[in-house]
């Protein structure tokens, strides 16, 4: 159940920071989860680094969202000025 739990905050989580940055970004509910799932990983991560949560918390709802927005950011830096045909 908590697995079926992760993919719903993903999604949410993904959902408004996509919704926060608009424009051309990856995909569709799948995609739009995964960067909500890793977004978390990384406001985990860099919370942990900075000391603001333990080892065993995990990132916050709003971290999550800034860690998924940090993520779409890093996406459009790599792929700007790329053309599909």
Request: hydrophobic share 55%; glycine share 16%.
């Amino acid at each position: 159940m908590s697995f079926l739990w992760m993919l719903l905050i993903g999604l949410i989580v993904g959902a408004i920071a996509k919704f926060l940055m608009p424009g051309k970004d990856p995909g569709g509910f799948i995609v739009t989860i995964l960067i909500g799932i890793v977004g978390a990983l990384v406001a985990g991560f860099l919370g942990r680094s900075l000391g603001w949560y333990t080892e065993d918390q995990p990132a916050g709802f709003l971290a999550s969202v800034v860690g998924a927005i940090l993520l779409l950011i890093v996406y459009r830096l790599f792929t700007k000025g790329r053309t599909t045909t």
